[in-house]
């Protein structure tokens, strides 16, 4: 499987909204509603943020929100805080058991 | 509180054999599918493979089929990875991590298997 298509790098002020890019196919995020974000700080194992393309596990503010339309999923994180800086990750289920991961987006807090 | 303890990570060379370790524990640990995810070095994740709760279920991502074997003890609360074939491209941190439906809801700390000469 190709890993799903995600941006290197995006970046934005405290407060302000972003939204991270996943791209993907029909066999995977297009053909499932099983997208899933994680972040991950530097040294740090990555944290679920997102499951079931827009649900929030207990404990994630809910700045944190995803949805999906058509290959393509994204993950938004508005009132960016400091604290959000950090590496994400979107996963899809690709059918079979099997998983892929994107590439990783590098959020910067300005 | 659900942990995963991975270990048995290490320098080993290319062609060598290892075997890791994961041990769960804070949940019904029989309940529940497991994978295992890796991380080379400044790189993404990539997922590797999973296993159901009873063992009747496995697959492997095509980078390590036929090389990598994963198992579980139940009685045990532990995952296991038996790697065979090592190549260079395996350096990784390897992560244990629990299905909590089609998604990785848990991780471990992850284990770094380096593969050098």
């Known amino acids: 499987q190709s890993a799903l298509t995600q941006p290197r790098s995006v970046s934005g002020s405290p407060g302000q909204s972003v939204t991270v890019s996943c791209t993907g196919t029909s066999s995977d995020v297009g053909g499932y509603n099983s997208v899933s974000w994680y972040q991950q700080h530097p040294g740090k194992a990555p944290k679920l943020v997102i499951y079931?393309?827009?649900k929030r596990p207990s404990g994630v503010p809910d700045r944190f929100s995803g949805s999906k339309s058509d290959n393509t999923a994204s993950l938004t994180i508005s009132g960016l805080q400091a604290e959000d800086e950090a590496d994400y990750y979107c996963?899809?289920?690709?059918?079979?058991?099997?998983?892929?991961f994107g590439g990783g987006t590098k959020l910067t807090v300005l | 509180e659900v942990q995963l303890v991975e270990s048995g990570g290490g320098l080993l060379q290319p062609g060598g054999s290892l075997r890791l370790s994961c041990a769960a524990s804070?949940?019904?640990?029989?309940?529940?599918?497991i994978n295992w995810v890796r991380q080379a070095p400044g790189k993404g994740l990539e997922w590797i493979s999973y296993?159901?709760?009873?063992?009747?279920?496995?697959y492997y991502a095509d980078s390590v089929k036929g090389r990598f074997t994963i198992s579980r003890d139940n009685a045990r609360n532990s995952l296991y990875l038996q790697m065979n074939s090592l190549r260079a491209e395996d350096t990784a941190v390897y992560y244990c991590?629990?299905?909590?439906?089609?998604?990785?809801?848990?991780w471990g700390q992850g284990t770094l298997v380096t593969v050098s000469s």
């Open positions: 996963c899809s289920y690709a059918g079979t058991y099997t998983w892929v």
């Open positions: 804070g949940f019904i640990f029989s309940s529940y599918s």
């Open positions: 991590a629990r299905s909590g439906g089609l998604y990785v809801d848990y």
């Open positions: 296993i159901s709760s009873s063992s009747s279920t496995i």
């Open positions: 079931d393309v827009s």
